[in-house]
């Protein structure tokens, strides 16, 4: 082999290494994880039972078992007992760009027969037992030095002034619903262990400046002497901590990357839950038959006009009203190559929680059922 052909091969090897690692770095997962309270802010206690301590022991067990899982990266808020300040908490997982934020807490009432768990996602809820939960975590503000300058004057004490110092970033309000139905149908599986309470809404402080799909999971309640048994044991802090990896495990596998399932060492919770009924658009005489692929750009409260000027240029746009929430999609195409390509194109335009999905014959079904 001459000078010219060995240095010509060393140069492609080295070109194919860098592609791999380059390929491998736009297909991690990025997770921010973040336990609620620490140091001087102990949250709710009970009986001995810390919500500080339990919060971080079940994030430490989640991290555990996605980083044992392929191309998941974690960032935690935290990893021992210090005090972060909530907007810190949502500029971390911001700064990393993650793909998602999970926020892990206990939930207390002074009624200690109150249990179950409950996974919020940002909301402008008007429910008050949503907005007082809100309240509850939202005061962890007045331990932070100068918290009414860096809060822009919002009050904890009343959630609602959240309402008219902003509005919610939409655009990740489906991703943020998916992700909380997906940890609360797991909890649902746990059986009498922990009564699922479901998805809600309400104006969490350090779910707002977080950019990305966030929630905040409540996983039970310290003040209910059951309950709070559960949440401060090992097999306890276990059973939820895989509840809460494998249901991000299965957002992942659907909403990023190629959509192909991988292997993870976390073992799925078995699925006893009924089969719930899937929203799917209206039929009508144009459905089309057979798989077909789109783009989700965002969901909205608001209607916005199918015009290129209000989709950063993209054409081909179109629109589903669903469960009062419009949703915008991009393209349409039987061809899962194809979509890829306009899911790229999309985030390239600035849409960086699109995602991919999929219909058979006008019925949504996951990605993966529809790349088999």
């Known amino acids: 082999m001459n000078i010219f052909n060995k240095t010509r091969l060393i140069f492609s090897f080295f070109l194919t290494i860098i592609s791999f690692c380059a390929y491998s770095q736009a297909n991690v997962f990025k ?19 810390i919500e500080k301590n339990i919060a971080l022991a079940i994030v430490l067990k989640v991290g555990k078992i996605l980083e044992d899982s392929p191309n998941i990266n974690v960032i935690y808020t935290r990893k021992t007992d210090v005090f972060i300040d909530l907007v810190e908490r949502a500029n ?8 998602i934020f999970v926020s892990i807490h206990c939930n207390a009432n002074k009624n200690t027969a109150a249990d179950g768990t409950e996974t919020y996602v940002m909301g402008l809820s008007k429910v008050a037992s949503n907005l007082e939960a809100a309240k509850k975590e939202n005061s962890v503000i007045t331990l932070e030095k100068d918290y009414k300058r860096k809060y822009e004057g919002y009050d904890p004490n009343s959630p609602e002034s959240m309402m008219a110092m902003t509005l919610m970033q939409e655009e990740y309000l489906d991703n943020s619903i998916a992700l909380a139905t997906k940890i609360e149908d797991n909890f649902d599986r746990l059986g009498k262990k922990l009564r699922q309470g479901g998805v809600k809404q309400a104006p969490f402080m350090v779910l707002h400046k ?3 799909p966030r929630v905040l999971v409540e996983t039970g309640f310290v003040s209910n002497p059951t309950e709070g048994n559960i949440l401060n044991s090992e097999e306890g802090q276990n059973d939820i901590a895989k509840a809460i990896a494998e249901a991000i495990i299965s957002y992942k596998r659907e909403y990023f990357g190629s959509g192909v399932p991988e292997i993870a060492d976390a073992r799925p919770v078995k699925d006893t839950a009924k089969p719930k009924t899937v929203a799917t658009p209206p039929a009508n005489k144009n459905t089309p038959k057979g798989t077909v692929f789109k783009v989700q750009l965002i969901a909205s409260i608001k209607k916005t006009p199918l015009e290129p000027k209000n989709f950063k240029g993209l054409t081909n746009v179109t629109m589903l009203y669903e469960n009062n929430i419009y949703k915008y999609f991009y393209q349409e195409t039987s061809d899962y190559q194809a979509a890829q390509k306009y899911l ?21 079904i996951s990605i993966q059922d529809a790349t088999k």
């Open 31 to 49: 997770v921010t994880l973040d336990a609620g309270h620490g140091d001087h802010d102990f949250g709710a206690v009970y009986s001995g039972r």
């Open 344 to 364: 790229q194109e999309a985030k390239s335009k600035g849409y960086g929680a699109s995602f991919l999905i999929a219909y058979k014959d006008g019925e949504k």
């Open 210 to 212: 977080a950019y990305m």
């Open 92 to 99: 971390i997982a911001n700064r990393a760009n993650s793909n």
